[in-house]
């Protein structure tokens, strides 16, 4: 009697179950579709539709008494309709903690900007970095761009002074005179050479020919005959305003060289220079680094100097000034340090050196682009080195680049860069003229650039367990509710 007034009960207080259980499925329906908008709405089933769908015998679960058919129902049998829809919301949750991770794993890329000063005429042109961009870019050359106002790339090559440098420059000749006739350009050049055999003009562009003859003299009144009928063509150059033309004649130690050319057939040419090529070479150029500073600690027979530089400027000589003792013959070697994976200080041998005398100049074996080093000296039972001072030297390096007529140049260097591939680093220009360029006002930007961080994997990790701890919250909840909307 009691059993069936119990199931009497049951019976009353069901629809009051599918009611909550109606209620908490709606709440998680909203929820997932406006987090998933392409998730329908979760449906809800009736008890009519329950009973049509699975059979009344299904045995509730202990804790849940007869009305935990229903959600057995519906979390097994419409699968395809609310469980994959429901589920989604810690899915997309998980979504939201990946999509944060990568936000926090990206940085901001630096970007400097430098401009490029030269006369504005077209031509090749020898840029000298200065100290300031090697600090930025290290080894990385390769981060740099020359481009112009609108946005147009300069094509360059980088040249290191790591051997004798070769030159070719255009030097001209001074007191040159200049007078014109109705029928000739006549040009008198001193000859202050023991012997001269040609002459180097710079002309304007022109679409002409000319013929010419040359004579000299000692004293500007009787004129003899070195060159009676030279041509002048290919006057134009597609690269520049200008092309330099070589005229050759015998060899001669006139003290005047007098040039004629005719104008007969149509107006003359404009000549802007008259002068010689200058071939040097030069040693390897080498800039002292600035703002290098140094600490020495000793201890077990063993002296370490701990060098530290501003920037990523690659040392490439070190120079040491010892004091005292006089007399001494010390084994030492460089090394770097840096943190592995781990964060495990990794020691890094560089070379072995031998200081032997009050000054010392080293070249280094290779290249040390770290902002800081070390020097361990072995002092085994003698007294430890007393070191005034300590210098670093990095070679000089250059860009040549072609340059237009008229336009504004700017140096970029970004970490974002790639290494560019031009046709001008493949082409000999060391008996081509090339001009003098220089850079300034070198600044700092910032740009907004998806960067791996050294942090990166934490990050992910962190990003990954936080979605398993969602996932496992909402579905904790899910049964909960579920729970209570049955008992």
């Not at 936000?103 to 970007?111: M, R, T, V």
């Not at 147009?152 to 200049?178: C, L, M, N, W, Y």
């Not at 592995?340 to 005398?357: M, N, P």
């Not at 290779?366 to 003698?382: C, G, K, L, T």
Request: proline share 5%; hydrophobic share 40%.
């Amino acid at each position: 009697m009691i059993k069936q007034k119990r199931n009497k009960e049951d019976t009353i207080k069901q629809p009051q179950r599918h009611k909550v259980i109606k209620e908490k499925l709606s709440i998680i329906a909203k929820i997932t579709s406006s987090l998933v908008p392409s998730c329908a709405e979760v449906p809800v089933l009736s008890s009519v539709e329950v009973s049509t769908v699975m059979p009344t015998s299904v045995e509730a679960s202990p804790r849940l008494g007869n009305g935990g058919a229903i959600p057995t129902l519906l979390l097994s049998t419409c699968a395809p309709s609310w469980q994959k829809q429901v589920f989604r919301l810690p899915a997309a949750l998980s979504v939201l903690a990946f999509i944060l991770c990568l936000w926090l794993n990206s940085s901001y890329a630096q970007e400097y900007r430098a401009t490029v000063n030269y006369p504005g005429t077209a031509g090749l042109y020898r840029i000298q970095l200065p100290q300031s961009v090697q600090n930025v870019i290290g080894p990385e050359d390769y981060r740099i761009r020359i481009k112009d106002a609108s946005g147009k790339e300069a094509p360059f090559k980088i040249i290191q002074a790591s051997h004798k440098v070769s030159s070719t420059d255009f030097v001209q000749i001074s007191g040159i005179r200049f007078s014109k006739t109705d029928t000739s350009t006549v040009i008198i050049i001193p000859n202050e050479t023991s012997g001269r055999s040609n002459l180097i003009l710079k002309i304007a562009n022109a679409q002409t020919d000319k013929t010419f003859y040359i004579e000299g003299s000692d004293n500007e009144q009787e004129w003899f005959s070195l060159l009676s009928n030279g041509t002048l063509g290919d006057l134009s150059s597609n690269s520049s305003t200008f092309t330099f033309q070589n005229i050759s004649f015998p060899n001669t130690d006139f003290r005047f060289v007098k040039l004629v050319i005719n104008d007969k057939k149509d107006a003359p040419l404009l000549v802007q220079a008259v002068g010689d090529w200058k071939h040097s070479q030069s040693s390897p150029a080498l800039e002292q680094l600035q703002n290098i500073s140094f600490s020495i600690e000793t201890a077990d027979k063993k002296s370490i100097i701990h060098i530290l530089k501003n920037g990523k400027a690659v040392a490439k000589v070190l120079s040491v000034s010892i004091s005292s003792p006089e007399f001494f013959s010390r084994d030492a070697s460089i090394y770097t340090v840096q943190k592995d994976k781990r964060g495990k200080a990794e020691k890094t041998f560089v070379q072995a050196l031998t200081l032997d005398k009050k000054r010392l100049n080293f070249q280094l074996d290779r290249p040390i682009p770290a902002n800081d080093f070390y020097i361990e000296i072995d002092n085994q039972d003698n007294p430890a080195l007393v070191i005034d001072s300590i210098s670093l030297f990095a070679p000089a390096r250059q860009i040549i680049t072609q340059l237009e007529a008229g336009k504004q140049y700017h140096m970029e260097i970004d970490s974002s860069f790639n290494r560019p591939v031009y046709d001008i680093e493949n082409i000999d220009l060391s008996k081509t003229p090339i001009s003098t360029a220089t850079i300034s006002g070198l600044e700092k930007l910032h740009k907004n650039v998806p960067q791996k961080s050294k942090n990166g994997k934490l990050l992910l990790w962190t990003g990954s367990i936080l979605g398993v701890i969602i996932v496992f919250f909402f579905g904790y909840r899910l049964i909960k509710d579920i729970q209570r909307g049955g008992s």
